[in-house]
């Protein structure tokens, strides 16, 4: 089963936080305080009951009829039996009963010296819980303030966060695509310093060292390809001199791939510098394709379903016509169809289809998989019509079509199916160009 994953922003996980703490903090202190305001008030009115209860003991004790006074009570039987044993000790005191309503009684009582009980009480004073009331509803208010102010500063803080990271990443995309010369140091750029930073020059160290690694592999790899062209070449003129015979024959079509390779390997490092730059001409793009097809391969089926002018560079685009050409001629089988509607041009043959790593992780030089599509080859076909597609600002994808006895919605059944997206806009003098999107 796979396991459920909910996506959510940075802005609202620091809100939710910040606004959870507040809460939690707003909340323990409105019981703190609604405590000790309580707390006082009770014992406020304890000591008033208890100066009321001396005056009413003194006023009982001097008068000469013995009549209590200020609605004090003798031996009053409702007395808490808290105040009971204080009464039975000789002791004065006093007690607040919580009751059955909402408000309390506070109670008073003193022993007199004939061994009576004089006592009184009366409700909690309406002031003071008027008071608790409108205090209980300023604590509320201000608990909810709280609570939304740091949602509020939370989703402030987090946004600003949330879009200094989606500028980190759309720089590292960026990166990823090629753009070797964006820092997401500078995209992020701002007065506030933070750990943004730091992973940001992080990145771009990281992004530093890649490209000088592919850079002294590139100029390796090329260096190794220049050296090698001076004695394949001889080795190609001396095989021209041998007799006539199959050895020889082996020995010049050896020789003739070795020869191959190595500038097929030189165009790939050309590519991989990123200084190639396209000549572009204005031609009609169904007229040039059946054109140059049919001048490598006449067996090649072409249908130009709508004609359409493009600025693009004939020699490249030929180039990678010819290796998708060669790649399905190598690797399909018959009937290899060329169809071009407007500016997409789509190359399918009839065989196994490309391999899935090709399908996942695009083309790759030197692997050819040999084992889904049979054949020979060093895989830098497909590199260098990919690499060409770029220079042209075209994209170039790859995919399979039904598999035999099957079929898609568009009819198609079996084989592999590349498609060349030629762009809108011709790529500029600096080298870039708009990236055509993938169909829906």
């Known amino acids: 089963m796979r396991r459920l994953v909910l996506r959510t922003g940075v802005r609202w996980k620091i809100s939710i936080a910040i606004a959870g ?19 006082s008030m009770l014992d406020n009115a304890r000591d008033v009951q208890m100066d009321r209860v001396d005056i009413a003991r003194r006023w009982y004790e001097t008068s000469k009829n013995k009549d209590p006074r200020f ?41 007199l010296s004939n061994g009576d009980v004089l006592s009184l ?9 008027a008071v608790m009331n409108d205090l209980d509803r300023a604590l509320i208010i201000g608990s909810v303030s709280v609570v939304f102010g740091g949602c509020a500063l939370g989703v402030l803080i987090g946004g600003q966060l949330s879009r200094r990271l989606r500028k980190a990443a759309a720089a590292a995309r960026n990166v990823a695509q090629g753009n070797t010369d964006v820092r ?13 930073d730091d992973l940001a020059r992080a990145v771009d160290a990281l992004t530093d060292a890649l490209n000088e690694r592919i850079e002294a592999e590139r100029r390796v790899t090329a260096d190794i390809a220049h050296e090698l062209r001076t004695p394949v070449t001889g080795l190609l003129t001396a095989a021209e001199l041998l007799p006539p015979g199959r050895p020889s024959e082996l020995v010049r079509d050896r020789a003739q791939a070795m020869r191959t390779l190595v500038e097929d390997v030189l165009e790939v490092a050309r590519l991989d510098s990123a200084s190639e730059r396209a000549e572009l001409q204005e031609i009609a793009l169904g007229e040039f394709v059946s054109r140059r097809i049919t001048a490598l ?18 020699r490249r685009l030929e180039r990678i016509l010819l290796n998708l050409l060669t790649n399905a001629a190598k690797y399909g089988k ?17 065989g196994p289809g490309y391999p899935e790593a090709l399908l ?3 083309p790759s030089r030197f692997r050819t998989g040999a084992s889904d599509r049979a054949g020979t080859g060093h895989g830098l076909g497909l590199t260098i019509a990919a690499g060409q597609a770029r220079v042209l600002g075209a994209r170039l994808t790859f995919r399979n079509a039904a598999p035999e006895g099957m079929q898609t919605p568009l009819g198609e059944s079996g084989g592999a199916i590349a498609v060349l997206w030629l762009p809108e806009h011709a790529p500029t003098n600096t080298g870039s ?8």
């Open 71 to 111: 609605n004090s009570k003798i031996n009053d039987p409702a007395l808490p039996k808290s105040l009971q044993k204080l009464m039975r000790e000789k002791r004065r005191g006093s007690y607040v009963d919580e009751g059955r309503g909402s408000t309390p009684d506070i109670w008073a009582a003193v022993p």
């Open 21 to 39: 703490v507040g809460a939690l903090i707003a909340v323990a202190l409105s019981l703190v305080v609604h405590n000790a305001a309580r707390v």
């Open 433 to 440: 160009f708009p990236m055509m999107p993938l169909p829906n």
């Open 297 to 314: 391969n006449p067996d090649v089926v072409v249908r130009v379903v709508h004609e359409s002018w493009v600025s693009t560079d004939p």
């Open 184 to 196: 997401v140091r500078h995209a992020i750029s701002g007065v506030v310093r933070d750990e943004t």
């Open 360 to 362: 996942r992780e695009g």
């Open 121 to 129: 009480h009366s409700p909690f004073p309406r002031h003071s819980a």
């Open 334 to 350: 018959p009937t290899v169809e060329v169809t071009v509607e407007g500016r997409v041009v789509r190359v399918r043959d009839h």
